[in-house]
């Protein structure tokens, strides 16, 4: 799909005249905001190279202060520079930019309006979208569901774009920090990109086991008991390096 821009017009609906709707004053980017408009480019790229997406499907957003930076619509991601910041504030207006922000900005504000997440990653992964059609959640097959708040619920299907989405996807991330969409991808937050990355790639992981081990004719994988679940919780908790 051909880059989108927003023309000069006199209102939204590119019509002039007494009842006109002036667009939304842009300011420049902040130095805050070129920086994390660089890491959440490269975190859109990886999610290409890695298989979790095709084309220009799936978006990336990192919130900073009070501003949304998120990945345009339709804008292949190796065509993204520094220029291209897009962003809007919490209500979904754009406040930088000219290029028109994902059609799933209402996913991510519901994220940001809803928990204390800093970053959002959402893909069209292969496998992770083959269970959202199968089962209503994802089994805990593996101690990494812990890293999501236990097993992964499956939000059930909407009309990508929509508030319906928005809010099938919030009441399957209670107490959760990601989850499936029916029949469309996965959806992941955190603190940083690196972290609502890592919890993407992980959940495609744990799909991919799933089906795998689900798949052997006569025999049904093993599941992990609640109990496990905690403690696997606490231990990763304190797991990687810790600074002096």
């Given at each position: 799909?051909?880059?989108?821009?927003?023309?000069?017009?006199?209102?939204?609906d590119g019509r002039t005249g007494a009842h006109e709707v002036s667009e939304p004053r842009r300011r420049d980017a902040r130095a805050e905001e070129t920086s994390a408009w660089r890491e959440l480019v490269a975190t859109a790229r990886r999610t290409l190279s890695d298989g979790l997406v095709v084309g220009t499907s799936g978006n990336v957003s990192v919130r900073v202060g009070d501003t949304v930076l998120v990945t345009p619509s339709g804008v292949p991601y190796d065509r993204l520079t520094p220029d291209d910041v897009t962003g809007v504030d919490l209500t979904g207006r754009q406040v930088l930019g000219t290029l028109v922000p994902t059609?799933?900005?209402?996913?991510?504000l519901a994220i940001y309006g809803s928990t204390g997440a800093l970053a959002v990653v959402?893909?069209?992964?292969?496998?992770?979208?083959?269970?959202?059609?199968?089962?209503?959640?994802?089994?805990?097959?593996?101690?990494?569901?812990?890293?999501?708040?236990?097993?992964?619920?499956?939000?059930?299907?909407?009309?990508?774009?929509?508030?319906?989405?928005?809010?099938?996807m919030l009441r399957a991330?209670?107490?959760?920090?990601?989850?499936?969409?029916?029949?469309?991808?996965?959806?992941?937050?955190?603190t940083t990109l690196a972290q609502?990355?890592?919890?993407?790639?992980?959940?495609?992981?744990?799909?991919?086991?799933?089906?795998?081990?689900?798949s052997v004719?006569?025999?049904?994988?093993?599941?992990l008991t609640p109990?496990?679940?905690?403690?696997?919780?606490?231990?990763?908790?304190?797991y990687g390096q810790r600074r002096s």
């Open positions: 799909m051909a880059e989108q821009r927003r023309g000069e017009r006199g209102g939204r059609s799933e900005l209402p996913m991510h959402h893909t069209h992964a292969v496998h992770a979208t083959a269970v959202s059609t199968l089962v209503p959640e994802l089994p805990a097959v593996h101690y990494m569901s812990a890293a999501l708040g236990g097993p992964v619920r499956v939000a059930p299907y909407a009309t990508y774009g929509t508030d319906e989405l928005a809010e099938n991330l209670t107490d959760r920090r990601g989850c499936l969409l029916q029949n469309h991808g996965t959806i992941t937050y955190g609502a990355y890592d919890r993407t790639a992980q959940l495609e992981w744990m799909c991919r086991l799933w089906l795998t081990a689900s004719p006569g025999l049904a994988p093993s599941l109990e496990q679940l905690t403690e696997a919780a606490e231990r990763l908790r304190g």
